[in-house]
């Protein structure tokens, strides 16, 4: 039983509960109400049986005493015709002291057992019995007839039971009516009652059903009272009604604002899937722990030539091989780095050669940031393609050497005319010999060809140096070792500038660690620093001709950097002008005497190569430049 109504809902739970139990109470106080009406009718008709025999009694005593038979008769006809008693009274009939019929009501003979069917016993106030007189029934009720302390004779009246039957049939459909409303009144309050307590709790449930398919588009609140999303923006809860309502009320409010912001969940979705397609640039998503490509924008595949099915799923580094995973190491929150367990926000690396489908090589800048996707950790990267830029930055330095070779033509021949003049001298030295046919030993031929031989490997290394330093750059950058690039330089350069009574001296250190670059550009960083150093010391030399000029260039290392110094005895950069010297065009020689683009290409090239300049000036006394890179 009981597990049956643990089944039924909880409105019938309730209705059925509270129904019982009033019906239980109904039924214990009809049944106590029945049993003290009825009984109390009962009583109250045997009273009035009881008075009427008393009454009669008093009255009819000297009717008795002087035998005036005809007024008794009178007496009791009219007593037993009385308004309603003629329904409610049967008989009435007067015994003597011997129980003798002196007078009775019947208008058929006088039943003879009645005078002994209620006995009046001696002292008794009255006697009430059930007898029966042909069809009819009647509680005959007996009353002594007393003169003074002498009993005279016995007053009977009879009560007709059909009619109190009636009397009291009818009080039980009056009450058994009543007793109905009362019932169909409670099963009605009953079943409003458990409706109300219950409602809250229904809504609850069919909007728990909806949320749980997923449905989060479905009225608040049903029948007139529905509700938009837009009224979800205030909080609503009424104070004042029952805890089921405030739950209800306190969930409706949680629903309004899960409602609320999956919407705005949705539009941001919306927003940055719009702005993640139709980006200008190409963005992946990439899996922090597998670093394989989550998603992909259209734009990614344009660039890197591969579908995006085949770019879902494929590892991040076959676009970029070490340099991406390189890059991804550096983002991921959990790493060996001295931050340990905290993830960076964001890093940039600039320049860093990925790779198109087919294998071709073009260099791009890389924005990465965590995020969580789909509940797992993954790494947003951005992509912008800046090959036309830099190529567009080498044809700049390409020009930038065509024009310093220009500049040191000069020079340059000179040092090229040195070694010819040399194996020209030595040529026609064995010509004038063989002119005058003397004897050339064996030692000065060794001699003159040695000295033609090293000029020539002389000629040769200048001229290696030349075309090292123009040609172009590949994408790909080396491990270059500082000595080769400012050696280099030297070769070119070293002869014009001790002409120009400016001595370069080298300190270069033993086991250098290696930077990744290029050799010719950093020929080129090289040029315009020393370049840029001899103005200075000419430009000190208007003012001071006894001057002799100095360079140092020193190579040192220094907590996993490479370090360049290079010093001059020059007239030194101002404060003012030392904020302002690499911006392109900017420059404080005299017109057609520089473009302002040497030190712009210098800082371009080495902060591209992930390095910085750092300057140290005294006016009149001269500059250091400190170019510092990192070490591999």
Partial sequence: MMRYYEQVSLKNQIFVTILAVIMIISATIALLARWILISGLTKELELRGIAVAHSIAERGAGFVLEKNNPELLTLIFDEARLRERQHMINYIFVLDRSDQVISHTFTIPFPLEFS????????????????EHGRDTSYDIAVPMNEGLYRIGTVHVGLSKEHIDKLVSKLRFMFLGFISAVIIIIFYVSHRISRHITMPITRLTRISDELSRGNFDFNLHSDENTIDLEDSLFYRKNQGRDEVSQLADSFLNMIRSIRLYRKRLQESELKYRSLFD???????????????????????????EYPLEALFGMPFQKLGQDHIKDSLVAIQPYGNNENSGVARDYVYYPRILHLK????????????????????????????????????????????????????????????NQPLNTIKMGSEYLNLLLDQKKIITEAQIRDMVTEISGQVDRATEIINNLRAFGRKSDLTMELVSMKEPIQGVLSIIGRQFSIQKITIRLDLADNLPLVKAHNNHLQQVFFNLLNNARDAIQEKMETEPDLYGDILVRTYAEKGKVVVAVTDNGSGIPEPVRDK??????TTKQTGKGMGLGLAITYGIVRDYGGTIEIDSTPGQGTTFYLIFSAV
Wanted: hydrophobic share 45%; charged share 20%.
């Fill in 581 to 586: 010297i690499f911006e392109p065009f900017f």
């Fill in 278 to 304: 139709s980006a200008p640039n190409p963005i992946f998503v990439v899996d922090a722990s597998t670093e394989t490509i989550l998603d992909a924008n259209p734009r990614a595949e344009e660039l890197y």
């Fill in 357 to 416: 489908n087919g294998g071709h090589p073009f260099y791009v800048n890389m924005h990465a940031c965590p995020i969580s996707y789909g509940g797992r950790q993954a790494i947003v990267v951005a992509i912008t393609d800046i090959t036309e830029m830099i190529e567009k930055d080498a044809q700049l330095v390409q020009a930038a050497k065509m024009k310093t070779l220009g500049e040191m033509s000069a020079g340059i021949a000179h040092e090229i």
């Fill in 116 to 131: 002994k069917a209620n006995p009046m016993p001696e002292n008794a106030l009255h006697s009430v019995r059930l007898v």
